[in-house]
């Protein structure tokens, strides 16, 4: 089962990775909203929500919000998580991420260990901010964003705890990708579209961001489901370790981002950290968050 996770792990950031490729041709915003389109639309092909009710009752107006909202924080941290990985390497930005997860954790914990996460994971967050200061002019810039990217997952653990305890997490971040695509297309593709409209009558440009939906969030999803299913929350959220260290593998070998010292020490740290926290609790924000999807 861990190497099961690892594959989903791998096909996530090669998704990422993809992603990257595209940013010669689009902006990273952009970039995003195709994920979300491609995931959403793929998603959609395959639960075919309308057929059914949210797992527990029918598409009332509400629900429907609700997963629209849910949509759009996903979409939002997909955009700034993007907007890192445009000035970042891969794996600093999804080590940096972490701290959204881990914060939730502590806050609502009175563990100690979960405070020692929290503060592991800050000080491997200012290890990597720290090594921007003598890189380029866009890596402080970088860092903001993947800050702001784990805000938004700490929101989207939040929100999405909610959405699977009230009924069948899939088919709600089937609807929610779907309808956030729809609404944010005008802000995330309406620059790109003024400016060179064109770029989508690419085959190249609409193939890739199928595939980065794809690669990035229908597959990790349903592998991360077939893991759970198998070995349990506990030993899922230490699993998550794998990621930051995943991350960092396939930017080495896919886009040749080799890590610095600095940045080997923050990604260490955080792994330490996803570790520590990943072992406390029944309810840590960590196992929670997997009950609705794989991280950005």
């Known amino acids: 089962m861990p190497a099961l996770f690892v594959v989903g792990g791998v096909c996530q950031y090669v998704g990422a990775a993809l992603g990257v490729f595209l940013f010669d041709t689009l902006d990273p915003a952009a970039v995003a909203w195709l994920r979300a389109l491609g995931a959403g639309v793929l998603l959609l092909a395959w639960r075919r929500p309308w057929t059914r009710g949210a797992g527990t009752g029918r598409w009332t107006r509400r629900k429907v919000m609700v997963a629209t909202l ?5 979409v939002g941290m997909n955009v700034v998580f ?7 390497p891969l794996g600093a930005a999804v080590a940096i991420e972490f701290l959204g997860p881990v914060a939730v954790a502590a806050a609502g914990s009175s563990r100690v260990r979960d405070k020692i996460a929290l503060c592991l994971v800050v ?4 290890a990597i901010a720290g090594d921007q200061f003598g890189g380029s002019a866009v890596g402080l810039p970088g860092v903001a964003f993947a800050v702001a990217s784990a805000a938004l997952w700490a ?3 939040l929100l999405g705890k909610r959405i699977a305890d009230a009924g ?9 990708m779907a309808g956030a695509s729809v609404i944010l297309a005008p802000a995330l593709i309406g620059p ?3 400016a060179d409209a064109g770029v989508f009558l690419e ?22 489901q077939v893991v759970l299913a198998r070995i349990g929350r506990a030993r899922f959220a230490l699993l998550l370790a794998l990621l930051p260290t995943t991350a960092t593998v396939v930017g080495a070998v896919v886009l040749s981002q080799l890590p610095s010292v600095a940045e080997g020490i923050g990604i260490l740290a955080v792994i330490a950290a996803v570790v520590i926290g990943g072992t406390s609790g029944r309810d840590g924000a960590l196992r929670a968050q997997s009950d609705i999807a794989p991280p950005p």
Not at 82 to 88: D, F, N, S, V
Not at 169 to 176: C, E, F, Q, R
């Open 70 to 74: 849910f949509g759009l924080v996903t």
């Open 82 to 88: 993007y907007e890192a990985i445009a000035r970042i």
């Open 123 to 126: 000080l491997g967050v200012l």
């Open 155 to 157: 929101a989207y653990i």
């Open 168 to 176: 069948n997490g899939i088919d709600d971040l089937a609807v929610g």
């Open 192 to 194: 790109v579209l003024s």
């Open 203 to 224: 085959p190249r440009v609409w193939m890739l961001g199928l595939g980065v939906g794809l690669l990035s969030s229908v597959v990790p999803y349903v592998l991360d």
